[in-house]
């Protein structure tokens, strides 16, 4: 079982739907969780970054974090095509210890 | 946040020779990072740039193939030695201002080998 599950999709939405986007993870020290925005022939932008369970709000941007069941989802309200791109999922345990990746969902927002 | 460079932003290499990829950052960072990116993948972790001391490789990676260095908490560079078409990837640098784990990349480096 890999450490991070991600669908990588790809996703197309419609402009102004509702995206979500979600990753599992199996290691349970995990408690940094944070989504990484990568357009095209860049480097991946940090976009949302949360500590332990709960929600976290950014404009049109949510995250959230169920350790319980080792599940987290970004929400992206009012999609734009600007927001076509590939989100990575990333996680940690803290400290030392490397950020694992998931694999990347590819998202495009059609006009 | 903070601002990274990287140079070169692309290059196209011959099998056998190397490249030297140059990391900067706007302000002293505690951890640097490399990491590669092959098409259609997620990003993979190289080695961490350790400042004074040797880099720490991940499984997989040698400091053979990929030698880094850091000489200051704002500079490093990773050279990818005796290339093979394998090695064709994006290069990334990533910085950790401290034990928080926001981690902040740079722009890459597109390598194609030949």
């Known amino acids: 079982q890999k450490e991070v599950e991600q669908d990588p999709g790809p996703l197309s939405v419609p402009e102004g739907a509702i995206v979500s986007l979600n990753c599992t993870y199996s290691n349970s020290a995990f408690q940094y969780f944070m989504w990484y925005r990568q357009y095209s022939r860049k480097g991946p932008e940090l976009l949302m970054y949360t500590y332990s369970s709960g929600n976290k709000e950014d404009g049109r941007f949510t995250a959230q974090v169920d350790k319980s069941s080792k599940y987290i989802s970004l929400f992206i309200r009012d999609s734009q095509p600007s927001d076509s791109a590939t989100y990575l999922c990333a996680m940690s345990a803290g400290g030392n210890n490397r950020l694992a990746f998931g694999k990347g969902n590819q998202v495009v927002v059609i006009p | 946040s903070a601002v990274i460079s990287q140079k070169p932003s692309r290059d196209i290499c011959q099998r056998g020779t190397s490249l030297t990829i140059q990391c900067q950052v706007d302000?002293?960072?505690?951890?640097m990072f490399w990491y590669r990116q092959q098409p259609g993948q997620s990003l993979t972790l190289i080695a961490t740039a350790n400042q004074g001391s040797e880099a720490t490789y991940e499984s997989g990676f040698v400091i053979d193939k990929f030698p880094i260095s850091r000489p200051n908490l704002t500079f490093s560079t990773l050279t990818v030695s005796n290339m093979s078409p394998e090695d064709s990837s994006i290069y990334l640098c990533?910085?950790?201002?401290?034990?928080?784990?926001?981690?902040?990349f740079g722009p890459g480096t597109r390598l194609t080998v030949l």
């Open positions: 990533s910085v950790q201002r401290d034990f928080n784990n926001e981690q902040f």
């Open positions: 302000s002293q960072v505690t951890m």
